[in-house]
């Protein structure tokens, strides 16, 4: 119940075109929903976030959508660049009474985006 | 705004040594600091939580003997791998959250720290 299943594994996209990338959990508790990017040999770096009560949210070429009641939640790259190239982790946070909150990571998708 | 710094960046080291790694936020103070690992291509593996003052929360199946975490201030967390192996050679990456003004659930993620127990 803890898990965030993420998919597709690994993406290939021309440039210009969309990236999607699919995750869904089954914990309702969950309330906060980020997307990370992660260059290789560096930290995960925070793209977008969502909140339950809101159904997309976009930042500029960034778009998650979010479906509460299929618990799924998908990020949108539009005009997809080679420097997008990357992994992009979803997660799901689950609050303990204010105090921590602990972030369950999806398990990324290696994305490239050719010239 | 949402720094966090690492340091060092890179160590290699003999087995059987002890190795510390540094997590800072350098400009928020940071009421809760968390310790990841992770293998090459895979997800991040959370393996401790830690806020200032008080005693980590390890999660099931990490050694708190082994990966000691000291959050010494709203700024600065610790991990000491003691008794290094080579079986601990991975990529120790660590985030903090608390920034004023933003959702107290984000996690600001440091560079990373590669690790490498000879």
């Known amino acids: 119940q803890q898990q965030v299943k993420q998919s597709p594994q690994s993406l290939i996209v021309q440039k210009g075109g969309i990236s999607i990338i699919n995750c869904a959990y089954e914990n309702t508790a969950f309330d906060y929903f980020p997307w990370y990017q992660q260059f290789p040999g560096k930290g995960p770096a925070l793209l977008i976030a969502?909140?339950?009560?809101?159904s997309e949210k976009k930042e500029g070429r960034f778009t998650i959508s979010f479906n509460k009641s299929a618990k799924q939640f998908s990020l949108h790259i539009m005009d997809s660049q080679p420097g997008d190239s990357a992994t992009y982790f979803c997660a799901a946070s689950i609050g303990y009474g204010g105090a921590t909150n602990k972030l369950i990571f999806g398990t990324g998708t290696l994305l490239a985006v050719q010239p | 705004g949402a720094v966090v710094s690492q340091h060092p960046s890179r160590v290699i080291c003999k087995s059987g040594t002890s190795v510390k790694i540094e997590c800072r936020s350098l400009d928020f103070q940071a009421t809760t600091m968390f310790w990841y690992r992770q293998f090459p291509k895979k997800s991040l593996m959370l393996m401790a939580t830690?806020?200032?003052?008080?005693?980590?929360?390890?999660e099931q199946g990490v050694e708190k003997d082994k990966f000691l975490i000291n959050h010494a201030s709203l700024t600065l967390s610790t991990l000491t791998v003691t008794s290094a192996h080579p079986e601990d050679s991975s990529f120790y990456i660590c985030s903090a959250s608390g920034l004023a003004g933003g959702p107290r659930e984000t996690q600001y993620f440091g560079p990373g720290t590669r690790l490498l127990v000879l």
């Open positions: 830690s806020n200032e003052g008080s005693k980590a929360t390890y």
């Open positions: 969502i909140r339950p009560d809101v």
